[in-house]
């Protein structure tokens, strides 16, 4: 009986991975590199600015991203997954419009709300509640739409009386929740994810996982970058590996978490 039940799951999402396929391209990544130029000496003194006065440095290259190319369905709760240093981050840090691509386009078709740094956007000086309105504006919303928004964010949240108070005197989690429940308010067509939810505690991580599922069961876009293979598992239909800045695989999550596993297994060995 397990295994019949198994293998009728197993179809349901097949079925559903092909009908959110034939959907509209919500993120077309079309040959997409990015190179970093490393400075390999500082000048820190006078005496080195004074002898070397057009401040020329030797550099090398750094290769993040090589030939990326891949599209992402509306629809689809997308998983991008690697080893630290993969080029996980650089590829959100494009598609979010953060970096430029040294070779390459990015088509995205609609809002995005990226939640790839902690904080990012977020003004220091400024209180929870003044970031709320700030960053609803840089989304392209009207102060009116901001806030009205406004006490459900406030509300999502739970930072308490600090929501009057100086983000910089937040606590890591507690900017966590700001921005988390700033992004989803907002019903942007697309979300990015990147690691963001492994700052907050278990009860905030399965209210935010809670409010995940609604928003793609309304249809809209989720991709996800993470090192917790138990949630590419459970929450992508699809999922890409990258590895030294190239993509290894693109294909079903249970494809790319098991190619994943082996890449971290001489990792594993030596550490031990």
Do not use: W
Not at 158 to 177: C, H, L, N, T, W
Not at 241 to 256: F, R, T
């Amino acid at each position: 009986m397990e295994a019949t039940e198994d293998k009728r799951e197993q179809l349901a999402g097949r079925r559903a991975a092909e009908r959110l396929l034939a959907g509209p391209t919500v993120i077309d990544v079309r040959g997409v590199s990015k190179r970093f130029l490393i400075p390999t000496n500082r000048m820190n003194s006078l005496r080195e600015r004074v002898a070397n006065p057009l401040g020329h440095r030797n550099a090398h290259v750094l290769q993040a991203l090589q030939d990326i190319s891949f599209n992402v369905h509306a629809g689809e709760f997308f998983g991008i997954v690697g080893r630290n240093g993969s080029g996980k981050s650089t590829l959100l840090k494009i598609i979010a419009g953060v970096y430029r691509p040294s070779k390459g386009t990015v088509t995205v078709n609609g809002t995005l709300a990226p939640l790839i740094e902690l904080g990012a956007g977020f003004h220091h000086e400024l209180t929870g509640r003044e970031n709320i309105l700030l960053n609803g504006l840089l989304m392209g919303y009207s102060k009116r739409d901001m806030l009205e928004r406004q006490q459900a964010i406030i509300d999502f949240a739970d930072v308490g009386e600090f929501i009057d108070a100086p983000v910089k005197q937040y606590s890591s989690g507690m900017y966590m929740r700001l921005a988390f429940a700033v992004a989803i308010e907002v019903d942007p067509q697309v979300l990015v994810l990147d690691e963001i939810l492994a700052v907050g505690d278990l009860g905030f991580q399965l209210k935010c996982f809670e409010r995940i599922r609604r928003f793609r069961d309304s249809g809209k876009t989720i991709l996800l970058v993470t090192h917790d293979m138990n949630n590419v598992h459970e929450h992508c239909e699809r999922a890409i590996l990258i590895d030294h800045g190239s993509i290894v695989v693109d294909g079903s999550p249970d494809e790319a978490i098991a190619v994943y596993k082996t890449l971290l297994t001489p990792e594993v060995v030596a550490a031990h």
